[in-house]
């Protein structure tokens, strides 16, 4: 599933505007299915720093750990703690399943929009 109000990233990060200069960071629905069953993730912390394309947080499944990369640059102003102690939500929704919120972003870095990011799925399929 690919949800259209939703930015993406090659490496299969999402970002979601709220509409108040903050923005929330996720895994897509393909990642979360490629990775397998998640048993651990790795959060930023509050106040840290991220830079477009660099690690943010990391995924570990039964398969691998995984790095999740920021799409934007600017300052994490929140984490998702649930995930912490309940890393299987983003198999059960990825899109519900936010890692992080930014805020302070200036650069977005090279995203693409719904249409652009299932036709690169069916490209690397």
Same mark, same amino acid.
């Given at each position: 599933m690919i949800k259209a109000?939703?930015?993406y #990233?090659?490496? /299969? !990060?999402?970002?979601?505007?709220?509409?108040?200069? #903050?923005f929330e960071v996720g895994i897509?629905? /393909?990642a979360q299915e490629e990775l397998g069953d998640l048993v651990?993730?790795?959060?930023p912390e509050v106040g840290d720093g991220c830079e477009a394309g660099e690690p943010i947080a990391d995924v570990e499944s039964v398969k691998a750990v995984s790095d999740v990369n920021s799409p934007v640059t600017g300052t994490v102003s929140e984490i998702n703690e649930v995930l912490l102690d #309940?890393? !299987? &939500?983003?198999?059960?929704d990825a899109y519900a399943a936010w890692f992080c919120r930014v805020k302070d972003?200036?650069?977005?870095?090279?995203?693409?929009?719904?249409?652009?990011? !299932? &036709?690169?799925?069916a490209e690397e399929a």
């Open positions: 109000e939703l930015m #990233t090659k490496s /299969h !990060e999402w970002l979601k505007d709220l509409g108040d200069g #903050t897509s629905d /393909h651990f993730v790795n959060l #309940t890393p !299987e &939500a983003i198999n059960q972003v200036s650069d977005k870095g090279d995203l693409m929009d719904a249409a652009a990011y !299932e &036709a690169f799925l």
